[in-house]
């Protein structure tokens, strides 16, 4: 796609993006696409190099049941009967690349640079100087994060977490979860493009469920408790669509409002100090 033009064009509308909203690279996440094949799952442990975990069946098919440092992406199953419909929602969870890292902002209070933006993508890298955080520490960044994204390694005491295959991306491949997904539920690219792809499948998918059905139509396809959304997009790298409540999916799917964390609380004392200093 050309990066020249942050608009697309769909319908009746024209999607417009802020600048804020144009910078790196991002995936975007179709969530209504995607099978919970898990193919993304095991491409992303096998490119990372990540071993085997023991893990054991809980009653559903997701698994293992949570990320852990040998698993920067899982697919989360979540099965709702609703008005005698059954939705089986999948979701393949993995760190947002935050425009503004809160990981970071509570890493650098301890270790700077434990936790980098790259600047040329936008893409949070956990590096290895997170070894050098205590256990306390470590346990104060992941509770940091609004989606309860990175893991520490007990045995290398690193903090670990999706880095969006920068070692790929850096050499003009797409991420291997993108590139092993076979039903085009992920795209990555420049993240102005991924954003108009995100608002265009919002605008086609509210006009289908504003589309009068037949009565047949009404009987199989249940639109009544549709309401699709784009996560948090505003602050994300990774943009999912979802075609139902968010918290239907995940507890952490969307941002969780966290109360202030040490970080945020010294950033605000330090405003009207910045203030005053103009
Ligand atoms: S999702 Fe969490 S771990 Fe990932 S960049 Fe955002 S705050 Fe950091
Ligand atoms: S972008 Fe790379 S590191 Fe992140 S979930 Fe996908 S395969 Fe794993
Ligand atoms: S590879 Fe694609 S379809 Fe399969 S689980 Fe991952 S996102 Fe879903």
């Excluded at 144009?22 to 995607?34: A, E, L, P, V, Y």
């Excluded at 104060?140 to 005491?157: A, K, L, T, V």
Aim: aromatic share 6%.
């Amino acid at each position: 796609m050309s990066g020249e033009h942050p608009q697309g064009r769909q319908g009746h509308g024209t999607v417009r993006l802020s600048r804020e909203e144009q910078h790196g690279k991002s995936i975007f996440i179709d969530t209504t696409r995607c099978t919970a094949c898990r193919g993304c799952q095991v491409a992303c442990k096998q490119w990372h190099d990540h071993e085997a975990v023991p893990t054991k069946q809980t009653g559903t098919h997701q698994n293992p049941p949570d990320l852990t440092p040998n698993n920067f992406k899982l697919v989360r199953f979540s099965e709702h009967k609703i008005d005698g419909h059954v939705h089986w929602l999948f979701f393949p969870d993995q760190c947002r690349h935050c425009l503004q890292p809160a990981c970071k902002a509570t890493a650098d209070m301890y270790v700077e640079d434990a936790i980098v933006v790259d600047e040329a993508t936008g893409i949070v890298v956990c590096t290895e100087k997170t070894k050098e955080l205590t256990k306390e520490q470590c346990d104060e960044i992941i509770d940091s994060c609004p989606y309860n994204i990175p893991r520490r390694n007990e045995i290398s005491g690193e903090l670990v977490k999706c880095d969006m295959c920068i070692d790929r991306v850096q050499a003009g491949l797409v991420p291997m979860c993108v590139k092993s997904c076979c039903t085009g539920a992920m795209s990555f690219g420049e993240r102005e493009d991924m954003l108009i792809k995100a608002k265009l499948r919002l605008t086609e998918a509210q006009a289908e469920i504003e589309r009068p059905k037949s009565e047949l139509e009404t009987k199989i396809v249940c639109d009544v408790h549709k309401s699709c959304t784009i996560l948090d997009e505003e602050d994300l790298g990774v943009i999912y669509f979802l075609e139902m409540p968010r918290e239907m999916y995940h507890q952490y799917a969307g941002r969780e409002i966290k109360p202030l964390n040490r970080a945020d609380f010294l950033a605000g004392l330090a405003k009207p100090f910045k203030n005053m200093l103009g």
